[in-house]
């Protein structure tokens, strides 16, 4: 089992900057590919980013790319998602997810483990 925690969210001026974090413990966390997704009300979950085990190969959304950035620590056992040039679009309930396979995918079935979601609100 690895569990998952989320911080880092909060309310922000569109144009502003977040970056959040997400803790995790259990199993090896270094061995997992870890994933960022988002929900907003009344739409599909979808992918936002993700990085392999050892950090390599990081992806984006199109929606997200050149202004979002992926990141891990393996000493720390956690992962970021830095959040620059926020849209009002950008507002859901951001999750990160692990992968026991170690290689990133922007599948949601791709993922084993779920953290509770962290809100993001933009404001225009």
């Known amino acids: 089992q690895v569990q998952l925690v989320e911080s880092g969210g909060g309310l922000v001026q569109a144009g502003g900057s977040l970056r959040l974090s997400c803790a995790a413990s259990?199993?090896?966390?270094?061995?997992?590919?870890m994933g960022w997704f988002r929900q907003a009300p009344g739409k599909e979950r979808e992918f936002v980013a993700a990085?392999?085990?050892?950090?390599?190969?990081?992806s984006y959304a199109d929606s997200v790319k050149g202004r979002f950035t992926i990141s891990r620590d393996n000493a720390k056992n956690t992962a970021y998602l830095q959040m620059n040039s926020l849209k009002p679009e950008d507002t859901a309930v951001y999750y990160c997810?692990?992968?026991?396979?170690?290689?990133?995918?922007?599948?949601?079935?791709?993922?084993?483990?779920w953290g509770q979601g962290t809100q993001v609100t933009v404001s225009s």
């Open positions: 259990g199993r090896t966390f270094s061995n997992y590919a």
């Open positions: 990085i392999s085990w050892h950090g390599a190969g990081p």
């Open positions: 997810a692990a992968r026991g396979s170690g290689w990133a995918t922007s599948e949601l079935r791709g993922y084993d483990y």
